[in-house]
């Protein structure tokens, strides 16, 4: 199976002025565990996870005032949506994340696959698996 079979296509898309507090509240409406952050400065792309967002909460930050900048991964690992599951579960394992910003061509997100997605797709049971 191929990353884009498995892949949400849900994106949320923020920019790195955000809050913790908006992009968590986003990523809860969106129910989603990832956003991806858009620099329109750089147009570079980078990720913002549930656990950035938990890190800097349980370090002592106020996610009133954090701007997600400060807890964005840039040195983002990509996925092609004709990467194999294997590939991807791969990728994951080596850069120990779990989460990976699918990109058709050129910096175009399409998607984002995370290790539930990949999880779902390996279940023998294909069940849905509540959230």
């Excluded at 990523?27 to 792309?45: H, N, Y």
């Excluded at 807890?71 to 989460?99: E, I, K, S, Y």
């Amino acid at each position: 199976m191929l990353v884009r079979d498995a892949m949400s296509t849900v994106v949320l898309t923020i920019g790195p002025a955000h809050t913790l507090r908006q992009a968590a509240q986003l990523m809860s409406a969106r129910r989603v565990g990832a956003a991806i952050v858009f620099d329109p400065e750089t147009f570079g792309l980078g990720i913002l996870t549930e656990r950035d967002i938990l890190n800097a909460i349980g370090a002592g930050l106020d996610p009133d005032q954090e701007p997600v900048h400060a807890h964005t991964t840039t040195d983002v690992v990509f996925a092609a949506p004709q990467w194999t599951l294997d590939d991807a579960a791969a990728a994951m394992l080596r850069g120990n994340f779990r989460h990976l910003i699918v990109l058709e061509s050129g910096l175009e997100p399409m998607g984002v696959v995370s290790v539930r997605d990949i999880v779902r797709c390996w279940s023998p049971t294909k069940a849905a698996v509540p959230a």
